[in-house]
């Protein structure tokens, strides 16, 4: 059975910390370009942070650079987001995706795997 689990979400304070875990089942993490997407209330689809299967470049969305981290364990097959400094606008459901044309492709929409989403609540 192929799918992602994501876990790790919940309610934090601002300028919080939350880290994110995806375990991928089925197929090889490391052989497809992994993103982040989050859809947050009232607000679009937004792909926070991809890495790139051929060239393993890392790409962050303006609003979570410096703050937020993205890693892989290939022998685990898992994907991480380390959110730091967590704010209001970072609230909303954070899905893992994989794909295999590239991090333009998953910010399109066009991932081949998506998981079912943690929701991340910023709030004091």
């Known amino acids: 059975q192929l799918q992602f689990v994501e876990s790790g979400g919940g309610l934090v304070e601002p300028g919080g910390s939350l880290r994110l875990a995806c375990i991928a089942s089925g197929f090889p993490l490391q052989h497809y370009s992994i993103a982040w997407v989050r859809h947050a209330p009232g607000k679009g689809r937004e792909a926070v942070s991809c890495?790139?299967?051929?060239?393993?470049?890392?790409y962050y969305t303006d609003s979570v650079k410096g703050r937020f981290t993205i890693s892989t364990d290939n022998a685990e097959n898992t994907m991480y987001l380390q959110m730091n400094n967590l704010n209001l606008e970072d609230s909303g459901d954070y899905h893992c995706?994989?794909?295999?044309?590239?991090?333009?492709?998953?910010?399109?929409?066009?991932?081949?795997?998506w998981g079912r989403g943690t929701r991340v609540t910023v709030s004091s």
């Open positions: 995706a994989a794909g295999i044309d590239g991090c333009k492709g998953l910010a399109d929409g066009g991932e081949d795997y």
């Open positions: 890495i790139n299967s051929g060239d393993k470049k890392i």
